[in-house]
C-alpha cells in the first residue's frame, strides 16, 4: 500500500522559514518522480516544484528563487525547504508521485499525501 506522509507545515510570520518533508512507503521511491502542490483558500491546486528521478528540480515561477526542494532516496523522502515566505504562501501543501518522468499536470499523479497546513501571517 502506498503512502505519502507530508509533515513540517505550521504558522511562520512572513519572511520566515520551514522546511517541508514527505516520507514514502509502499513504493520503490527511486523510481519515481515526485512534485508538491499548493492549494490556498478558494483556489485551485497549483504546481510549486518537481524533482525527477536523477535529482533534476523544477519550480513554479512564483517560487523565484525562494524554494529548493530535493529527495533522500536512502530515506524515502522528498524535502521542501521554503525561505522568505509570504502571505500569499498560505496553503496547504500536498506531495505527490507518479512513476518515470516528472510533468506539471496534477491529475497526471498516481498517489497524495493527506497535506500539511503553512499559514504566512503579515
Known amino acids: 500500500q502506498v503512502q505519502l506522509v507530508e509533515s513540517g507545515g505550521g504558522l511562520v510570520q512572513a519572511g520566515g522559514s520551514l522546511r517541508l518533508s514527505c516520507a514514502a512507503s509502499?513504493?520503490?521511491?527511486?523510481?519515481?518522480?515526485m512534485a508538491w502542490f499548493r492549494q490556498g483558500p478558494g483556489k485551485e491546486r497549483e504546481l510549486v516544484a518537481t524533482?525527477?528521478?536523477?535529482?533534476?528540480?523544477g519550480y513554479a515561477g512564483f517560487v523565484k528563487g525562494r524554494f529548493a526542494i530535493s529527495r533522500d532516496n536512502a530515506k524515502n523522502t522528498m524535502y521542501l525547504q521554503m525561505n522568505s515566505l509570504k502571505p500569499d504562501d498560505t496553503a496547504v501543501y500536498f506531495c505527490?508521485?507518479?512513476?518515470?518522468?516528472?510533468?506539471?499536470?496534477?491529475?497526471?499523479?498516481?498517489?497524495w499525501g493527506q497535506g500539511t497546513q503553512v499559514t504566512v501571517s503579515s
Open positions: 505527490a508521485a507518479r512513476r518515470t518522468r516528472v510533468v506539471t499536470v496534477a491529475s497526471s499523479y498516481d498517489f
Open positions: 524533482v525527477g528521478l536523477n535529482g533534476d528540480e
Open positions: 509502499g513504493v520503490t521511491f527511486s523510481n519515481y518522480a
